[in-house]
């Protein structure tokens, strides 16, 4: 490919790039929110359970959230916020690519994830 040929190819890409960027901004929580386990624990037996477990522990539809692949030195808290928005390939298990949760609101996932880290505190993931 000449010179010439790959100016317009980059021009192209480098015009989409603000596009792709803004699909990726991840959900944010309310200003001021206190995520709180408590409230998160209903909504994760609502919409996370049938899949991830009322146990945390995972089962045949999806995988465990009591495990080291999931502590917050792996998957950030912003990763459950992308997760719940955009779905998820899979790429630790092989159970299948996450849908997106519709419904579940910025602040909702917050609660959930504060439910999950303190369950993952009992367990003793950190």
């Known amino acids: 490919m000449s010179h010439r040929n790959i100016l317009p190819v980059l021009l192209a890409a ?7 960027a803004q699909s990726l901004q991840i959900p ?14 209903p909504l994760f037996e609502k919409n996370c359970a049938s899949c991830h477990g009322l146990d945390l522990k995972g089962t045949d539809k999806g995988p465990p959230f009591l495990h080291r692949v999931y502590e917050p030195s792996h998957h950030a ?8 928005r955009n779905g998820v ?11 997106p949760i519709h419904g579940m609101k910025p602040d909702d996932v917050a609660h959930v994830t504060a439910y999950v880290r303190a369950m993952q ?4 993931i950190q």
């Open 77 to 84: 808290d912003a990763a459950f916020q992308l997760a719940v």
């Open 28 to 41: 944010r929580p309310s200003p001021g929110l206190m995520p709180n386990p408590a409230a998160g624990k």
């Open 89 to 99: 390939r899979a790429h630790h298990w092989k159970f299948g690519d996450m849908q």
């Open 14 to 20: 480098l015009i989409s790039l603000p596009t792709a």
């Open 121 to 124: 505190r009992r367990a003793g």
